[in-house]
T-cell receptor, first 112, second 112 residues
Framework: KAGVTQTPRYLIKTRGQQVTLSCSPI?????VSWYQQTPGQGLQFLFE???????NKGNFPGRFSGRQFSNSRSEMNVSTLELGDSALYLC???????????FGPGTRLTVT | GQQVMQIPQYQHVQEGEDFTTYCNSS?????IQWYKQRPGGHPVFLIQ???SGEVKKQKRLTFQFGEAKKNSSLHITATQTTDVGTYFC????????????WGAGTKLIIKP
C-alpha cells in the first residue's frame, strides 16, 4: 500500500508569512503526528490528531496549528514565520497514536 | 517532566567495530520502539519491544528491553557503512496520553 505522502517537499518563505503543509497518511491509519526536526536535533513533537481530534500537543507557540479531515489527511499551519522555524517537518501516521510510526519524507521549510 | 534519555549523542567507530546506544526512562514503559534515520532521510521503524527482559535480533542488530522496562539498548555488531545514520528510541509511557516520548537520538559515524 502507498506510504505517507507530504506536500510540498520543499518550501521557501519570508519572515512574517504563513505556510500550510499537508500530510496524507497510509490508508486506514487514523492517527497523524507532526514533528519538527532541525539540523542535529531530535524529533520535536508538535501535535497528534486522531479521528479529527487533537489528542496531544507539544511545547510550541500558538503560531503552530493543525487539523485533520474526515479522510485522515492532516494539515499543519505556521503563521507569522520566524527564521527559527526553518526545519524539516515530518508527519507520521499510525493505526493508533502510540503504535508503529510510518513517517513521510518530510517538508523542508526555509524561512528567509 | 516526561523524558527518555538517550546516550551517547554521537559515536564515531571504525568500520567493523561495534556500536551501542542506550535509552533510559524515569518511569516504566509499556513498550519501546527503535527507529533509524539515514542522512537526508526520514525515520524508519526498526522494532518494538514489549516484554520485560526481551531480547530481539535482526541480523547484526540486537535490541534489549530491561527487566524493569525502564531502559533499552541497541547494539550493532561489526558496523558497516550502511549502518550510518541516527538511531532513535521512542517510549510508550503507561501514563502518557497516546503520545510516544522520543529520545534525542544517537548518530553513528563511521571514521574514514
Amino acid at each position: 500500500k502507498a506510504g505517507v505522502t507530504q506536500t510540498p517537499r520543499y518550501l521557501i518563505k519570508t519572515r512574517g508569512q504563513q505556510v500550510t503543509l499537508s500530510c496524507s497518511p497510509i490508508s486506514g491509519h487514523r492517527s497523524v503526528s507532526w514533528y519538527q526536526q532541525t539540523p542535529g536535533q531530535g524529533l520535536q513533537f508538535l501535535f497528534e490528531y486522531f479521528s479529527e481530534t487533537q489528542r496531544n500537543k507539544g511545547n510550541f507557540p500558538g503560531r503552530f496549528s493543525g487539523r485533520q479531515f474526515s479522510n485522515s489527511r492532516s494539515e499543519m499551519n505556521v503563521s507569522t514565520l520566524e527564521l527559527g522555524d526553518s526545519a524539516l517537518y515530518l508527519c507520521a501516521s499510525s493505526l493508533v497514536g502510540r503504535g508503529e510510526q510510518y513517517f513521510g519524507p518530510g517538508t523542508r521549510l526555509t524561512v528567509t | 517532566g516526561q523524558q527518555v534519555m538517550q546516550i551517547p549523542q554521537y559515536q564515531h567507530v571504525q568500520e567493523g567495530e561495534d556500536f551501542t546506544t542506550y535509552c533510559n526512562s524515569s518511569t516504566t514503559l509499556s513498550n519501546i520502539q527503535w527507529y533509524k534515520q539515514r542522512p537526508g532521510g526520514h525515520p524508519v521503524f526498526l522494532i518494538q519491544l514489549v516484554k520485560s527482559g526481551e531480547v530481539k535480533k535482526q541480523k547484526r542488530l540486537t535490541f534489549q528491553f530491561g527487566e524493569a522496562k525502564k531502559n533499552s539498548s541497541l547494539h550493532i555488531t561489526a558496523t558497516q557503512t550502511t549502518d550510518v545514520g541516527t538511531y532513535f528510541c521512542a517510549g510508550d509511557r503507561m501514563d502518557s496520553n497516546y503520545q510516544l516520548i522520543w529520545g534525542a537520538g544517537t548518530k553513528l559515524i563511521i571514521k574514514p
